[in-house]
T-cell receptor, first 115, second 114 residues
Framework: DAKTTQPTSMDCAEGRAANLPCNHSTISGNEYVYWYRQIHSQGPQYIIHGLKNNETNEMASLIITEDRKSSTLILPHATLRDTAVYYCIVRVAENYGGSQGNLIFGKGTKLSVKP | NAGVMQNPRHLVRRRGQEARLRCSPMKGHSHVYWYRQLPEEGLKFMVYLQKENIIDESGMPKERFSAEFPKEGPSILRIQQVVRGDSAAYFC????????????FGPGTRLTVT
């Protein structure tokens, strides 16, 4: 699976949009981009995933560049409860020939939402 | 509609003792993953099981660690003769299928070896 690069930490003001970047310049055509987050002392939580197109759900939006070498997770109105470590993961889906079930977590970005 | 359950939530063991960590996946899920998180580090994959089978144990230490997921009952991660370096948070996740986009994580078991 391709490797990802994320900033170590970011700050965001409460109520503002949080934009978390991720570089995955070696991503393959059959690899998805996933985002998970881990609030302090809790288990990771799935946020969103995408392949090529931008995606949006009730939690966040995912913007993937046309060349797929980078992406941005957007939390449109960050709250204090969004303070967490955010992980960007790339992974081949089984239906694209992937054999790996597990997720490979890097160090992630520690997002601090401040009042 | 219970999520992934892990018990105990906190476990204290003395060096040399055995630790047994349990994970009950979400209802209907037959794929279980174990991850370990050392203090101030990211999560590291340990083992992937599907009912009664170990699919991938590439992240498991070669000695003292074992895992099972019997036909009935929870998945068990067993650590024999624990050492201080085993102190960590152990998370279990489950998914509906192998190719499921989302893995659901439990709250973790925090193992402290004294």
């Amino acid at each position: 699976d391709a490797k990802t690069t994320q900033p170590t930490s970011m700050d965001c003001a409460e109520g503002r949009a949080a934009n978390l970047p991720c570089n995955h310049s070696t991503i393959s055509g059959n690899e998805y981009v996933y985002w998970y987050r881990q609030i302090h002392s809790q288990g990771p939580q799935y946020i969103i995933h995408g392949l090529k197109n931008n995606e949006t759900n009730e939690m966040a939006s995912l913007i993937i560049t046309e060349d797929r070498k980078s992406s941005t997770l957007i939390l449109p109105h960050a709250t204090l409860r969004d303070t967490a470590v955010y992980y960007c993961i790339v992974r081949v889906a089984e239906n694209y020939g992937g054999s790996q079930g597990n997720l490979i977590f890097g160090k992630g970005t520690k997002l601090s939402v401040k009042p | 509609n219970a999520g992934v359950m892990q018990n105990p939530r906190h476990l204290v063991r003395r060096r040399g003792q055995e630790a047994r960590l349990r994970c009950s996946p979400m209802k209907g899920h037959s794929h279980v993953y174990w991850y370990r998180q050392l203090p101030e580090e990211g999560l590291k994959f340990m083992v992937y099981l599907q009912k009664e089978n170990i699919i991938d144990e590439s992240g498991m230490p070669k000695e003292r660690f074992s895992a099972e997921f019997p036909k009935e009952g929870p998945s068990i991660l067993r650590i024999q003769q624990v050492v201080r370096g085993d102190s960590a948070a152990y998370f279990c996740a489950s998914s509906l299928t192998r190719s499921s986009y989302e893995q659901y994580f439990g709250p973790g078991t925090r193992l402290t070896v004294t």
